[in-house]
């Protein structure tokens, strides 16, 4: 079966870091583009980081850019990404995506979703 499992969302403090995954079964997530995303309540799903098929290269909405680092384990057939110094807006739903021939931070270029982890920023 193919399938994209997140996991590490958490409730956090500002200005704390977590670290979310995303797994995948079923195929080899470095033959794909992987999208990470998110959607707070009430707020369309938008693009937090992306990372290419071919050469790993990266990219990352402003919103996060300098505090999200976004990375391959191709050992254990994951994507990760590293949240730092964050922020009550980063409060959302978390979502990873694959893509065969796309690639970027908009979420109709990607093909299969997972089903999402909660990440809450709060003291």
């Known amino acids: 079966q193919v399938r994209l499992v997140e996991s590490g969302g958490d409730l956090v403090q500002p200005g704390g870091s977590l670290t979310l995954s995303c797994e995948a ?3 080899t997530l470095e033959d794909y583009a992987i ?3 998110r959607q707070a309540p009430g707020k369309e799903r938008e ?5 290419a098929r071919s050469d790993g290269t990266t990219d990352y909405a402003d919103s ?3 505090r999200f680092i976004l990375g391959r384990d191709n050992a254990w057939n994951m994507v990760y990404l590293r949240m730092n110094n964050l922020k009550p807006e980063d409060t959302a739903v978390y979502y990873c995506a694959y893509s065969l021939t796309g690639w970027g931070l908009n979420p109709l270029s990607y093909d299969s979703w997972g089903q999402g982890t909660q990440v809450t920023v709060s003291s």
């Open 25 to 27: 079964s079923g195929f």
């Open 35 to 37: 999208g990470w995303f």
């Open 47 to 51: 693009g937090v980081g992306c990372i």
């Open 64 to 66: 996060v850019q300098g």
